[in-house]
């Protein structure tokens, strides 16, 4: 609106003036119209390309406004001259750095001295008198370069705090990928390495099987389905069980499924952490002694696994071992709806109750 009422003036005196000084005024007040109506409509470079060339509009009507007059009293213009500064002005602050804006609403106020000097070799007393007012046009555009200025500053504050979430949410899932590759190696890789290292002479078949589930896993670690996606219910407790199978094929096994499907990513993280307890089982109770309860449904998946083996003191584990921190209970617990408790007690053997809600 300001552009408008400050072109709008000029439109009074076309009939004393040569007609190339008005056209050069109603360009001027169609591009004042054009960025009004379709500002958001059209490109930033074409925006900015409109900003300077009503700030240049300006200033040529200025510098021309007394070779463009017909009468000979000068002082008619008056009334219409200084209108136009801030439509021009204003654009300044938008379009320069503040030192050079302002050397250019300077250049735009004294222009109507100038015109004057050069065509009729004086200047009329209303323009002497109003330029001081044309130069406040130099306070309009210090407000809005240091409004820009702050906005510059509020955007690339607001640019580095993205940066900075987006770095800090890389470096989250690096260090989760580190800790499931940790949790990998001590779930299948190690404890196969393990027990090579305690088993001499013929390699016995409990090894051969812990090996093929060790490389069974390594396979699965860059699935090619998404993990996102949902498995009934059958075939997730199903996965399951044979997991345990594979494992320890004495053990007893039960599995439950209610019509319905479960997160493919629940279940594989409670088919890691089932796998090492199974393990632990298998190494300190032994596989006739290992009991396995699997139940799924459409919001809820359990699986129950227990041994009647030596059991551990719990408050003895080294809080640096994976097995149970990390592969077992910390693995469950990261889930958003997961729980696991680990139950233990020397001479009794160990119970682990692994849940999960919708």
Avoid: Y
Avoid at 8 to 33: I, K, R, S, T
Avoid at 139 to 166: G, H, K, P, Y
């Amino acid at each position: 609106m300001l552009f408008l009422l400050g072109t709008a003036p000029v439109l009074v005196v076309f009939p004393h003036v040569q007609w190339w000084w008005p056209a050069v005024a109603v360009v001027m007040l169609g591009m004042q119209v054009l960025l009004v109506v379709a500002h958001l409509r059209i490109s930033i470079g074409c925006v900015r390309f409109l900003w300077r060339a009503i700030a240049f509009s300006c200033w040529l009507l200025e510098v021309t406004m007394f070779a463009a007059w017909s009468p000979a009293d000068a002082d008619a213009l008056q009334p219409w001259i200084w209108p136009l500064l801030p439509a021009g002005v204003m654009l300044l602050g938008l379009l320069m750095v503040t030192w050079k804006a302002i050397m250019w609403t300077i250049g735009i106020a004294l222009a109507p001295i100038a015109s004057a000097l050069v065509v009729t070799g004086g200047v009329p007393d209303g323009v002497i008198h109003n330029t001081p007012l044309a130069l406040t046009g130099v306070t309009l555009v210090l407000i809005l370069t240091s409004v820009r200025t702050r906005l510059r500053q509020a955007f690339a504050a607001e640019a580095a705090a993205r940066s900075s979430e987006r770095r800090s949410a890389l470096a989250r899932a690096e260090a989760e990928q580190q800790r499931a590759l940790a949790r990998l190696v001590h779930d299948d890789v190690l404890a196969v390495l393990t027990a090579a290292m305690q088993l001499g002479g013929r390699i016995p078949e409990e090894l051969r099987t812990e090996a093929r589930a060790a490389l069974a896993v390594l396979d699965r670690e860059t699935p090619d389905a998404d993990p996102d996606a949902a498995l009934p219910t059958e075939t997730a407790t199903t996965q399951l069980a044979a997991h345990v199978r594979e494992l320890a094929p004495a053990a007893l096994v039960s599995a439950i499924a209610e019509p319905g499907t479960l997160p493919r990513h629940v279940v594989d993280a409670f088919g890691r952490a089932l796998g090492e307890a199974v393990r632990n089982s298998v190494r300190h109770a032994g596989p006739a002694a290992i009991e396995v309860r699997i139940t799924g449904t459409a919001d809820r998946l359990e699986v129950v696994a227990s041994d009647d083996g030596q059991g551990f003191d719990l408050g003895r584990v080294d809080p640096e071992r994976l097995g149970v921190r990390e592969s077992i209970v910390g693995r469950i617990d990261a889930l958003r709806g997961g729980r696991a408790r680990l139950t233990s007690v020397p001479g009794e053997g160990t119970r682990v109750v692994m849940t999960w809600q919708r």
